[in-house]
């Protein structure tokens, strides 16, 4: 069989994924090919994501690849992931699942982000995070920070902020563990659907025994119902990278827990509730949960983000 071509974005940590997915690939006999491809988001770095355009800024020209048949898969940080995609792809597997907090990142020692008489500026891209913010510290001033880890630490050491809102699986995964100064809630920083975890998407029409080879191989069965639990809820509300929506899912003694809501961009309203249920119905519990948190106010604070962000 020829060696199964693997697209990824260039960054520290994209290759990181991808070498990942090599590496599960290759315990398993498979050869593969790892090729780099340039995306929008990657592109575009003195716009905010949202201004882009959320739906596929870091995953369309990697589709490109796979319709053209140029690659077989392509790997993704599974948060970057659009809620639908084009009928022509499908998320085949999900990589094992890091710890999903997010972290405060920094130089400095002694950060005390719950003290609002200590003024602290952070960086962040994420509306998710700063509405979190301006909901439970809104002392905390933030800016917006995009490009590669370790562009973010840059402008951070050049004086732009005091620190970095990060998840904890890049930074853990790019050897920054020394400068994570806090490891946020997860009550309160609820993480952005299937942060942690690599996803593998192909086209459909990927030879089928190709396909079964590479699942066997990258796909964590308990990581893979949780995101379907995460996504299916993301589905329903249409939510982009620019839409402070979350949602956690856990499995715990058979049981699959699943968690999430939608903040307001200014942080004065947050909306979440909890369902559970077993692992076979976790398409049918991200819908469920969907169906209260917009029953529950979730759909008007939807309308006014979508708005709001179209101004």
Excluded at 148 to 160: C, D, S, Y
Excluded at 209 to 219: F, L, N, S, V
Aim: aromatic share 4%; hydrophobic share 40%.
């Amino acid at each position: 069989m020829q060696p199964i071509k693997i697209g990824t974005r260039g960054s520290k940590l994209a290759l990181w994924q991808a070498y990942h997915v090599a590496d599960l690939l290759k315990a398993k006999g498979l050869a593969s090919e790892i090729i780099t491809i340039d995306t929008k988001g990657d592109q575009i770095l003195d716009v905010s994501i949202a201004k882009i355009g959320s739906k596929g800024v870091f995953t369309e020209e990697l589709e490109v690849q796979l319709a053209s048949g140029d690659i077989d898969i392509a790997v993704h940080s599974a948060k970057d992931m659009q809620s639908s995609l084009p009928e022509e792809f499908e998320l085949i597997a999900f990589t094992e699942r890091e710890k999903v907090n997010d972290i405060i990142l920094s130089h400095r020692e002694g950060i005390d982000y719950k003290n609002p008489s200590i003024p602290l500026v952070l960086g962040t891209s994420s509306t998710r995070r700063v509405a979190t913010l301006k909901h439970y510290y809104p002392h905390i001033q933030t800016v917006e920070v995009r490009g590669n880890l370790q562009t973010r630490i840059a402008k951070m050491e050049a004086g732009l902020c005091d620190g970095l809102l990060l998840a904890y699986a890049g930074a853990h995964r790019m050897g920054f563990d020394p400068l994570i100064r806090h490891e946020l809630s997860l009550d309160e920083f609820t993480p952005a659907v299937g942060q942690g975890s690599v996803g593998i998407e192909a086209a459909v029409n990927l030879d089928p025994k190709i396909r079964a080879e590479i699942i066997a191989a990258t796909h964590h069965a308990e990581t893979g119902y949780r995101l379907v639990a995460e996504r299916s809820y993301l589905k329903v509300l249409e939510g982009g990278c620019s839409i402070p929506v979350f949602a956690l899912a856990v499995v715990e003694n058979g049981v699959l827990r699943l968690r999430g809501g939608i903040v307001s961009l200014d942080g004065t309203e947050r909306i979440i509730h909890e369902v559970e249920g077993e692992n076979n119905q976790a398409e049918e519990l991200g819908k469920l949960l969907a169906e209260k948190v917009l029953q529950s106010g979730g759909e008007r604070i939807l309308k006014e983000i979508k708005t709001t962000l179209k101004k």
